[in-house]
C-alpha cells in the first residue's frame, strides 16, 4: 500500500470516527423532538378539557397543582369516559417512545418502565373508584418525584459516559495526528539502484575478406 493509500485510509477511520456519532446524535434530537410533538398532541384534545383541573394529563411532578391535592371527589361517569380517553393517549404516546428508543438500540430505562407501570395501576385505581382525585394527585406526585431522582442520577450516567467517550476521542486523534507527521516524514522508496547499461550503436564494415565492426 502506498503512502496516499495508506494516508486516504486514515482520513477515512478519522471521519468516520468522528462524525458518525454527532450525525447519530441528531437524528437522537429530532426523534425526541418527534414524540414531544405528538404526545403535546394527544395531550390537547379538547375531549379531556374537562378533568384538566383533576389530573395532571402528563403525569410530572410539575403538573400537579394545590387544588388537584385538596379534591376529595371521586370520578363521575361523564368523567370517567374522558378518563378512559387520557389512558388511551398515554399508552400511544408510551408506545412512540419505546418505538423510537428501539430503533436507536436502547431500551427504556427501568426508572421509566417502573414508573410507567405505576402510573397504570394508578389510573385503574381511579377509574374503579378507589381513589379519589386528591389521593390520586398525591401517588401520582410520589411517583413523579422519584422519577425525577431517578431521570437526574440517569442523566449524570450519560453525561459521564460521554466524557469519557471524548477523552477516547481526542487520544485517538492525537495517534492519528503523530502517525500522519511520521508518514510525512517517511520518504518514498527508491526505484532499483542497479542501472541497466545503454544499448550500444554498432556499425560493420567489410573490406575484402575481413568484417570490422565499430560499436559506440
Sequence with gaps: MNYSMRLGRLLC?????MVLPSCAEMEMMQAKDEIKAYCSKL????????IRHKIPIALKSTNVTAEM?????????????????????????????IKKA???????????TEARAKNTILIADLYTGKLTYGEFA???????????????????LVLEDRRVNLQEQEIALRQYQNLLNNLNQMTPQSQHQGQFPQRMNC???RIGTFTYTNCN
Design 138 to 156: 398525591r401517588r401520582a406526585l410520589d411517583i413523579a418525584l422519584d422519577s425525577d431522582r431517578a431521570h437526574a442520577q440517569y442523566q449524570r
Design 203 to 205: 556499425t560493420s564494415q
Design 69 to 97: 391535592l385538596s379534591d376529595t371527589t371521586r370520578p363521575s361517569k361523564e368523567e370517567l369516559l374522558k378518563i378512559r380517553i387520557w389512558a388511551r393517549a398515554r399508552f400511544n404516546c408510551h408506545q412512540l417512545q
Design 43 to 50: 395531550y390537547s384534545d379538547p375531549e379531556l378539557d374537562s
Design 13 to 17: 477511520i478519522v471521519a468516520v470516527g
Design 102 to 112: 428501539l430503533e436507536f438500540n436502547q431500551h427504556p430505562p427501568v426508572w421509566f
